[in-house]
């Protein structure tokens, strides 16, 4: 129902945040550092998604639409909280009302719009979703680690998701008033739609659930989780290779990998998702980080070397 790309997209930020310092940002000659990295990771997210892309699998790749939300992020990676948190509300209100007009532009009918959208990601439009990234970040820089800011996450979080679902229910369009009308199109909790209750409901889930899950993480449930944990320790291998398994059951036992509903057919799920579980813990306990991951961190590392210091 969208929420699990936008909790995708909110931990995009906390990521950024905490690779740049975490709650006191790191000092200017390591942040210029740190910007360049992230931009190499961002150029090698891209090429992953679009390679992704090309294997077919009827999915929505998020990764180019990631990579771009990344080098958005940079220039603002030296903000405090407050202020990114700020600007994550003011994203958040203002670009919904922005969105429509940019995705009825005549552009995404054209011969290229379709192949542009894919290699931008734009199911998941940066130029609304950065504010999910932007929140995460200010998160990242209100500090993940204190019992305040946990349980601030975990009630204002809830507060926003019962304001935008709230409204949905109550007053929000239908698809054929969304159709009809620009603020029909705005003011609307639809999953995918990007409109102003989805953004607001969805970016509240985003950070209850993150604040539930520091919370719980707080008591021993921090090991009784530990398979989960070790999936979102390595996200990015989780993802692609779940992708890549699709497309190669898909190939091997459907007419075509673009075939949706067969593949529904085939009852993937619990295969999926035990198989991610299990793999990702045993890769954890016996090598530690993702594969992916430490490729993308041996990558931007190699690009940009750590600077010198004169003597």
Do not use: K, N
Not at 57 to 67: F, N, W
Not at 207 to 226: F, K
Not at 241 to 265: K, N
Request: glycine share 12%.
């Amino acid at each position: 129902s969208g929420r699990s790309s936008i909790l995708f997209a909110t931990l995009a930020g906390v990521s950024i945040g905490l690779m740049t310092g975490g709650r006191i940002p790191l000092p200017p000659a390591s942040m210029a550092t740190a910007r360049r990295r992230l931009a190499v990771r961002a150029g090698l997210l891209w090429v992953l998604g679009i390679l992704l892309i090309a294997t077919g699998v009827p999915v929505y790749v998020i990764l180019p639409a990631y990579a771009l939300m990344f080098l958005l992020a940079l220039p603002l990676a030296s903000l405090p909280a407050r202020a990114l948190l700020l600007l994550a509300g003011a994203l958040a209100v203002i670009m919904p009302f922005v969105q429509v007009f940019l995705d009825a532009l005549p552009f995404w009918g054209s011969p290229v719009g379709a192949p542009i959208s894919l290699a931008l990601g734009w199911h998941y439009p940066f130029t609304t979703w950065i504010a999910f990234v932007v929140a995460g970040l200010g998160v990242a820089r209100a500090g993940l680690t204190r019992l305040r800011v946990q349980v601030w996450l975990m009630l204002a979080g809830t507060v926003l998701a019962a304001i935008g679902y709230g409204l949905g229910a109550a007053t929000g369009s239908d698809p054929a008033a969304e159709a009809a009308s620009y603020l029909g199109a705005v003011w609307t909790a639809r999953p995918h739609s990007t409109g102003l209750l989805e953004v607001i409901g969805s970016g509240g889930f985003a950070l209850a659930v993150l604040g539930l899950c520091l919370l719980a993480c707080r008591t021993v449930l921090v090991w009784v989780v530990l398979p989960l944990r070790a999936v979102g320790a390595m996200p990015l291998t989780a993802y692609t290779l779940q992708l890549a398994v699709w497309g190669v059951i898909a190939a091997s036992v459907l007419d075509r990998v673009g075939d949706l509903t067969g593949f529904r057919d085939l009852q993937p799920f619990w295969p999926l998702t035990i198989g991610t579980i299990v793999l990702c813990t045993a890769w954890a306990l016996l090598v530690g980080r993702g594969p992916l991951e430490t490729l993308l961190d041996a990558g931007s590392r190699f690009a940009v070397p750590a600077g010198r210091v004169s003597r």
